[in-house]
């Protein structure tokens, strides 16, 4: 059996009514940090939303919480069947500038599956360039991680330009199947990547739409923002679920 969602909406962006909500984190002071560039310009036109952010934000002491600048997270995350696969299908487009050319990492567009129960994150990061698929693991702030005899905390990139066309639409894909322990990643109907034998059951997968760097932070704090910005577009994004 099988269902289908399409996640958009994006004329409600800016309304506590609809699916979307400015995405961040609960600190453990209390307080929250949260994802907004304070000079985004946003719009929404055609059913496709559009950032432009110029780079101001940072953190001098939490990796994730430097690395994501503008996002939104859905209010509700789609859950995964037990014994079945989820697949999610959408459009970016990434325009950067003042970026290091050929630097992914300082400046792109992303669609992230992310997971609150387990730390999990399946992405795709778009940059003019090239893209990345990226699966992981991560420390979340205020998550509990299941503990594990192998390696807890893991994130694995990889950069590719296959099958993609440089600052223009593109289609992405990425299925997650429970009952197979795999994940599949595509690119304009393309498969990239295919990761087998996950080593934990991810249970379900809030929808993160971001402007993001992504830079170790140094001794001395951040790195991440020199005056780069970042535009991203993206299309709704369509859910497949069979049980």
């Known amino acids: 059996m099988g269902k289908e969602i399409v996640l958009g909406h994006f004329d409600t962006i800016l309304s506590e009514e609809g699916p979307w909500q400015i995405g961040g984190f609960p600190l453990q002071d209390g307080s929250f940090?949260?994802?907004?560039?304070?000079?985004?310009?946003?719009?929404?036109?055609?059913?496709?939303?559009?950032?432009?952010?110029?780079?101001?934000?940072?953190?001098?002491?939490?990796?994730?919480?430097?690395?994501?600048?503008?996002?939104y997270y859905s209010k509700e995350p789609i859950e995964v069947p037990e014994n079945g696969e989820v697949s999610?299908?959408?459009?970016?487009?990434?325009?950067t500038q003042g970026t290091v050319p050929?630097?992914?990492?300082?400046?792109?567009?992303?669609?992230?599956?992310?997971?609150?129960?387990?730390?999990a994150a399946l992405d795709f990061f778009a940059g003019n360039d090239q893209y990345a698929s990226v699966y992981g693991v991560l420390p979340f702030p205020n998550v509990q991680v299941p503990d594990t005899d192998k390696t807890k905390y893991f994130c694995i990139f990889k950069?590719?330009?296959?099958?993609?066309?440089?600052?223009?639409?593109?289609?992405?894909?990425?299925?997650?199947?429970?009952g197979d322990d795999e994940v599949i990643y595509s690119v304009n109907g393309n498969e990239v990547r295919r990761e087998t034998d996950v080593p934990l059951k991810f249970n379900q997968f809030t929808v993160g739409l971001g402007i993001m760097t992504e830079k170790d932070l140094t001794p001395e704090g951040s790195v991440s923002v020199h005056g780069q910005t970042v535009t991203g577009e993206w299309s709704p994004v369509k859910i497949t679920i069979q049980e």
């Open 33 to 71: 940090w949260t994802y907004r560039e304070p000079e985004a310009v946003v719009i929404v036109r055609n059913g496709m939303l559009y950032v432009r952010a110029p780079l101001s934000r940072k953190h001098d002491e939490v990796q994730i919480l430097d690395n994501a600048k503008h996002m």
């Open 88 to 95: 999610f299908e959408f459009q970016i487009r990434a325009r």
């Open 102 to 119: 050929g630097d992914l990492y300082d400046g792109y567009v992303s669609l992230n599956l992310l997971d609150f129960s387990t730390g």
């Open 159 to 178: 950069e590719d330009t296959a099958h993609f066309e440089e600052r223009a639409f593109n289609t992405y894909r990425i299925t997650y199947n429970r």
